[in-house]
């Protein structure tokens, strides 16, 4: 997931995006009733999961969550600190806040995909469903645990087709030698802002006839 | 998942039995109200799950899909493609139809997941059962991420068990001997006819008392 | 899952705790009224789905299953040997037994879990976790397929909690220069013991509020 070494504003937006994600297992599993360990571990799901399935489909180890260890030890704790402050939680924590703070964690998560498929080896068109499977399966593999039809998968929201868009950017302007840094932060923000719009507009994708 | 390497024949059937798992999970994601995305990854799940379930335990990679991205980039565009006439395609194709070829699928990607297991060294009755998953997981990866009990774990109809005898079949003509494509080409018809006859005389499989 | 070579206590052990978990998976699997594949292939997931998870995130091959075919087949063939005797089994068997069995079971994998987490150069935390997710994640896959939110995640008993404990131990132990053996049996029967004493006082762990 270091997409650019040494930078911190990148380790300040992973951790965000990593958060968004637990947070998001948080909410569904209590949603649930489960008990606290499932609560946490649900958490996990969704925060580490579009990235582990991408690692485990490239094949490549370790994996973020055990080259980052400090991630999984800070979800961890915080997991535990903030279960008994959940129900306060979700009221000071605004709906505007998720929503911004999700869509850098799409954008920087599809871009960490498609880069790292790309690294591996992969051809364009698979890069670009990596980067797609990185931004989704941890809520994906969440809906799944927690026995429901993966929201993304239902609720008519163009959120995997941004992250495709801003993948294609990113391969795209490979061919034309933009440079890498550059590539990564304009793709990754094009996502984050293609999810942004799509929300305030409240557009639609339609289901097959 | 090459079988036989510059056989055009194999190709077809590869195609066929691709496109007939996609299928499955079309009309899956439909009868559950997903949108363009969650029926287009559905139908990815469903065509491909059994292959990569079987490559990730062999630890095979590249994913036969990824090595045959073109599989991949077919299924995609002819996915976008057919979306809008899903209705329709349902009555144009007969159930006879889908029945066949998705029996032709089953024969031909059980031989193709024995074949692979036996290459990666695994022993008799583990290879077996990599030909069964190979043949029976992407209908069941499907139906979990639709959030259903596995329909071949319920329905009583002797899918699995059509595969199992003929992976077994295509180790035991090994050990006497039979040369490789002749053993390929005659377990998964075997396979397939199992299939057909079962289906033909609707035999079914018991429940545990 | 090799801990002591040669021991046959430990094949003992772990030949049981196999079975304990086919077994819950095969009560689980016909309450949800699956044919005799279903059956099969769920207790297969309860039994191997833990160490299998574990296996693929450590990167090992082979898979235990596959290093100790003889497990495989034997569960294979119980399975067949059983199905028709379910009903009569579970008046058999009483739950004081099952509770026992699964209290070593759950020991022995995390232990096992942890102990190959260290093995692969995992750090402490992240093998402490490996060591969870090999004692729960049967269960949890089992129920994912039985299409249920996952026992352990919502029933509020400390079943991970036990093992998260164990697994420390095993780890601070070694940091302290105890023998690996000692090491292993001694976490282990911590594990189970804690299992069994809050299984005996009806010990429960909270929701989050």
Chains 1, 2, 3 share one sequence.
């Not at 998001?24 to 580490?48: C, H, L, Q, T, Y």
């Not at 994996?63 to 959940?86: C, D, G, K, R, S």
């Not at 999700?102 to 790292?116: C, H, P, R, T, Y």
């Not at 690294?119 to 026995?147: E, S, W």
Request: charged share 15%; glycine share 8%; hydrophobic share 55%.
């Amino acid at each position: 997931m270091k997409l650019v070494p040494h930078v911190s504003l990148v380790t300040v937006i992973e951790v965000v995006a990593i958060m968004v994600g637990a947070f998001s297992g948080f909410v569904e599993a209590r949603r649930k009733r489960m008990d606290i360990v499932g609560v946490i571990i649900v958490a996990f799901i969704a925060a580490f999961g579009g990235g582990t399935l991408r690692d485990i489909l490239l094949d490549k180890r370790p994996l973020f969550w055990v080259e980052h260890q400090e991630y999984t030890i800070l979800l961890f704790v915080l997991a535990l600190t903030v279960a008994p402050f959940m129900k306060h939680l979700r009221h000071i924590v605004s709906e505007r806040l998720i929503v911004w703070a999700d869509a850098l964690g799409l954008g920087l998560f599809a871009v960490a995909g498609v880069s790292q498929a790309q690294a591996a080896g992969m051809p364009m068109f698979i890069a670009a469903m990596m980067g797609v499977i990185t931004g989704i399966f941890g809520g994906v593999l969440r809906d799944i645990v927690c026995n429901e039809v993966p929201m993304v998968f239902r609720d008519g929201k163009p959120y995997a087709i941004c992250a495709f868009v801003g993948c294609w950017m990113y391969i795209l302007l490979q061919q034309v030698d933009v440079p890498e840094d550059f590539r990564l932060w304009l793709s990754a923000a094009t996502i984050s802002m293609l999810r942004l719009l799509t929300w305030k507009f409240d557009l639609r994708i339609g289901r097959p006839s």
